[in-house]
């Protein structure tokens, strides 16, 4: 106890940097969401809808093929609507990821259980060579 007591001070700062390497490992596991042909097989397996939260003119640029332009800003008014099946299971896709991840906890605040995020985005699908469309 009294080692404890006598270098409290290295004990913490011991503590504060293992959780600073932890931290990065920690926020990867969470936010990485669907590998591209894991993606592919919701779609072709169970019917997965895939909803786009980029803005139109990204969308328009390129989109995974068969997506839904939802722009994440109307996503919790317009989701309802576009998917009426809260039981099936929907991929939300953005440019890098980052959207579509704040777009997963709306679409699971509205009821959609199955929700999930295309980890990396839709640069991820194009560097698994998967097919892009443009409008």
Avoid: T
Avoid at 31 to 50: H, W, Y
Avoid at 94 to 118: E, H, N, P, W
């Amino acid at each position: 106890m009294k080692f404890i007591i006598d270098n409290w001070m290295l004990i913490s700062i011991a503590l504060a940097s293992g959780g600073m390497l932890l931290w990065p490992v920690l926020q990867g596991a969470a936010a990485s969401g669907l590998d591209p042909n894991a993606a592919v097989q919701l779609i072709n397996r169970e019917k997965a809808v895939v909803i786009d939260v980029c803005q139109p003119q990204e969308f328009a640029a390129g989109h995974v093929v068969g997506a839904k332009n939802v722009p994440l800003a109307d996503l919790e008014a317009k989701l309802p609507g576009v998917v009426k099946n809260k039981n099936l299971p929907v991929i939300l896709v953005c440019q890098s990821g980052a959207r579509s991840g704040r777009a997963v906890a709306i679409a699971k605040k509205l009821g959609y259980d199955q929700a999930q995020s295309l980890g990396g985005g839709l640069s991820s699908w194009r560097a698994a060579n998967l097919p892009v469309e443009r409008a």
